[in-house]
């Protein structure tokens, strides 16, 4: 395998991999939506336009960043802002001596949908890792929770980008630390793919914890993106940063877990089952001929039936009833009522030859998904593979 050419104290030189210009597309915002989104409001979309003035011509470059304080400053990628084709870019200026440059940010709301595109300043940056500091004048943004923590070698992690400034995040997830290289810029390297557009993303842990940002690919063209650990790049955040080594904010596999239950007691769904019962006059002997049905209504498997939701109704003429107004017969499983069963009856009149009487009763309820420990154990694996983490 071929190694990224990207060396020394400076950026200067090309990034072999193109800082993830090419690459497999990977899935875009399809695990758990509300626990992921939680996590993406916090991550920007970046657009860099502007003038050259050492022959790049028209610069357009895309990334990514994430907000790392309240105040509204945001980690990126350097050669975001900085490079096209690997070269440093040497911005013209306008007649105020501005840089033609325009920084603009953008990030998901709660609802999934982006919001007022903000012009940003770049503030301190790091050459040799790769990184910079762009500020919005904005407050009360949401940061992400960091660690400076060291990922161990075939720790899975989860990796959030913008690839060529599209509208859908990628999604990186069960991506692995394939080995570290404490004498590379890029020390990290994971086994899985990116996109130019990702420069600048995220690096998530199970915990929803920033571990490391996304900067370089790899030089062949294979299945490995580099990445910064955050503990290399300690001293370029902003000493009012929200990035530090504590309990997360977000913990991804919990956040699932809390989206499956609630989904689990909003899936309410009725059950019915409706029997009629027949009986005919007495004929000679004078005696009345009796009818019995039974209605009965079962939950499917891992549901249960709320009790006080359970009733009946007589439907059609001539009816009878049922056999007395409480007489339900439940059925559990441990705590939890699976089935109901109530018997309908009919009786003609004590005369001969009577003309018979039809009863007809409806039975019916609601169930719901039992949520219990087996329930919370399974959505807990479900959420885990899903996001693409190891089991416990």
Not at 247 to 260: F, G, R
Not at 263 to 287: F, I, P, Y
Not at 304 to 317: F, M, N, P, S, Y
Request: proline share 4%; aromatic share 6%.
């Amino acid at each position: 395998m071929r190694e990224a050419s990207v060396w020394g104290s400076t950026f200067q030189l090309a990034l072999a991999a193109l800082v993830l210009s090419w690459l497999v597309e990977p899935a875009a915002g399809q695990v758990h939506g509300s626990a992921i989104e939680r996590v993406t409001t916090s991550v920007v979309r970046i657009k860099v336009t502007g003038t050259s003035s050492n022959n790049l011509g028209t610069i357009n470059n895309f990334g990514t960043g994430f907000f790392i304080a309240e105040a509204g400053e945001i980690l990126t990628a350097r050669h975001v802002v900085a490079l096209k084709d690997g070269r440093e870019i040497e911005w013209a200026r306008d007649n105020q001596g501005r840089f033609r440059r325009r920084i603009e940010v953008e990030s998901l709301d709660e609802n999934g949908v982006f919001g007022e595109r903000q012009l940003a300043a770049l503030g301190p940056t790091d050459s040799t890792h790769d990184a910079a500091v762009l500020r919005i004048p904005a407050t009360g943004m949401t940061p992400v929770t960091c660690s400076m923590r060291s990922v161990a070698i075939g720790e899975e992690v989860i990796a959030i980008g913008y690839r060529r400034g599209r509208d859908n995040y990628d999604l990186m997830r069960g991506a692995r630390l394939d080995n570290r290289e404490p004498d590379r810029i890029f020390s990290w390297r994971f086994d899985d793919r990116a996109r130019r557009g990702n420069s600048g993303g995220p690096v998530f842990d199970g915990e929803g914890r920033v571990v490391a940002m996304i900067v370089a690919t790899e030089a062949d063209g294979s299945d490995s993106f580099f990445a910064t650990p955050l503990a290399e790049i300690a001293n370029l955040l902003p000493p009012n940063t929200d990035c530090a080594d504590e309990e997360p904010s977000i913990d991804l596999v919990k956040a699932c877990v809390a989206d499956a239950i609630q989904a689990a007691r909003a899936d309410v769904r009725t059950l019915t089952d409706t029997k009629q019962a027949r009986s005919e006059g007495g004929g000679v002997t004078g005696r009345a001929h009796y009818d019995e049905q039974t209605a009965r209504i079962k939950a499917l498997p891992g549901f249960e039936i709320i009790a006080d939701t359970v009733k009946k109704e007589r439907v059609g003429e001539n009816d009878a009833g049922a056999k007395g107004e409480g007489d339900f017969v439940f059925e559990r499983d441990g705590d939890h009522v699976v089935a109901v069963t109530l018997l309908i009856w009919s009786q003609s009149p004590a005369r001969p030859f009577g003309p018979g009487t039809w009863n007809r009763v409806e039975l019916s309820g609601q169930q719901q998904p039992v949520v219990d420990d087996r329930f919370i154990d399974g959505a807990r694996e479900t959420c885990r593979k899903g996001l693409g983490l190891a089991q416990d």
